[in-house]
């Protein structure tokens, strides 16, 4: 081979090599560099804004006996069908879309599990027609779908993720559960694997709580105080091994709006199916 066309690969593979590497785009941003520095204006990357300290939920040793009314409403699935799932535990996109707006419409104001928290132990004041939006599952739904339609109404929702399930299909994965906590949202613990805790082991049921919560304090870095049990199934000896775990509020599927510091781990909710319509979800608040 001629001298001068070796000399040619030679340098045309170093491109290609460095290209690879990101050689590229060290000399591209290099170049700006050099050019924002000439012109005395070098830009620095914006740092990204520190997230808010995680607020500690852990009731006094003797609290006050003080309840409040909190319609805590409770989704599954927001997906077209067909979908995996309970036919009446998926609602359809728009017409989630539309419960939002009649919540925004009517004046309800969605509030976080620490304002809730804050108004039991603390007799913290709440916004008017305050309501939980929260979510059960954890299904990839939450962030393609029930998070863009919550930040459309600048609201919140508390999602209650199977930690178990993080690597199957169609289910939250770390990076999203994280997303979403990330994005402002409640982030709490609905089990390992989604069973009923009344027919565990003293070790299972251990694994599913406590267990539970350790992998979801692993993905987001911070403390989880707030549990939802599958099937809103419980005894006395799974609410004991809640709090034992360390959750200062767990909820049922028992319906009701009053939660109270005299029962803070078997608190009520109301279920949202797929029939429900926007003015109807308006009308059983109506009363709230």
Known sequence: MPRRSRASLLALASILTLAACGG?????????????????????????????????????????????T?????????????????????????TFAAELQALHDGGYHTIHQW?????????????????????DDGYVDDVRTILPDLERWHMVA???????????????????????????????DHTAHHVDLRLLTASELQAETAGSRQALQAILGHPVYYFAYPFGAYNSTVEAEIRAAGFSMAYTTAAGTTESTSAPLTMPRIHVGRDETASGLVSILGGA
């Open 158 to 188: 508390t999602f209650f993720v199977i930690t178990g399930r993080t690597s199957e299909p169609g289910f939250l994965n770390a990076g999203q559960i994280r997303q979403l906590d990330r994005a402002g949202m409640d982030v709490g």
């Open 115 to 135: 304002q809730l928290f804050d108004a039991l132990y603390k007799g913290a004041p709440l916004p008017p027609k305050p309501v939980i939006i929260s979510v």
């Open 24 to 68: 590229g785009s060290h000399a591209s941003a290099g170049t700006t560099t050099h050019a924002a520095t000439a012109r005395g204006k070098t830009r620095h990357a914006a740092k990204p804004r520190p997230l808010p300290p995680t607020p500690v939920l852990i009731p006094p040793a003797n609290p006050p006996l003080r309840s409040v």
């Open 70 to 94: 909190v319609p805590v409403l409770t989704y599954h699935r927001v997906h077209t069908l067909p979908a995996v799932g309970q036919l009446d535990l998926i609602v359809d996109p728009g």
